[in-house]
Structure formats: C-alpha cells, structure tokens
C-alpha cells in the first residue's frame, strides 16, 4: 500500500472544506440587494438604470449581459454585471452606481 504525501493531503483538505474568499486587491467587502432593493435605490435616483449600466457593461466588456446585480460596496453603490463574449469567455464587470464608470473587469 503506498502512502499519500502530507501536501497532498494537506491539499484535498483544503478542497474538501468551504473557505472564504478574500480579496486582496479590495478590502472592502460586496454585498448585493435584492430585486426588491434594487427597484427602490433606482426609483430613489441613487443608481443609474440598469439597462443603461448594461449599455456600460457591453462597451467595456462586448457580449451578451447574462446578469445583472445591484451590490453595496461600503457606502457606494456598484453594478456586478456578468457578461459572455462571442468565443465562450466570462467576464466580470463592476460599475459605479450612479456614473456607471468602469470600475474593474475580471
């Protein structure tokens, strides 16, 4: 019977239990609203409409919007939107709420 190393081990351990994730390049954690939360921050004039921070999502990031979420990132608001390019690719657009200026894409 052979042995299995101490790192690989170690290493199914760490794949068999959850572990947060944590980002290190922005400290500040995301939480996103709910439809509900989402109508009433654009009904209230705090966020841009989500079919124009859409608009924003595709100019940065060209594909088709598979999603779309409202999020609080400390005080501010960011749209996360999700989008998949004609070859397959995913990718991860976070906006400014209210200007709609690219933030990060992943």
Same mark, same amino acid.
């Given at each position: 019977?052979?042995? &299995? ?10 794949? /068999?239990? $959850?572990?947060?994730? *944590? !980002? #290190? ?22 966020? &841009? ?10 100019? /940065?990031? $060209?594909?088709?919007? *598979? !999603? #779309? ?38």
């Amino acid at each position: 019977m052979s042995m &299995m190393p101490v790192e690989s081990i170690f290493a199914l351990t760490l794949l /068999a239990s $959850p572990l947060p994730i *944590v !980002r #290190i390049d922005d400290p500040t954690p995301i939480s996103c609203l709910s439809a509900d939360e989402m109508r009433d921050a654009v009904a209230e004039g705090r966020v &841009m409409q989500p079919a124009q921070a859409s608009r924003h999502a595709r100019h /940065a990031a $060209p594909g088709e919007v *598979v !999603r #779309i979420r409202l999020c609080r990132q400390g005080e501010d608001f960011v749209y996360v939107v999700t989008t998949l390019k004609r070859d397959g690719r995913v990718a991860r657009v976070t906006l400014e709420g209210q200007s709609g200026k690219v933030a990060t894409i992943r």
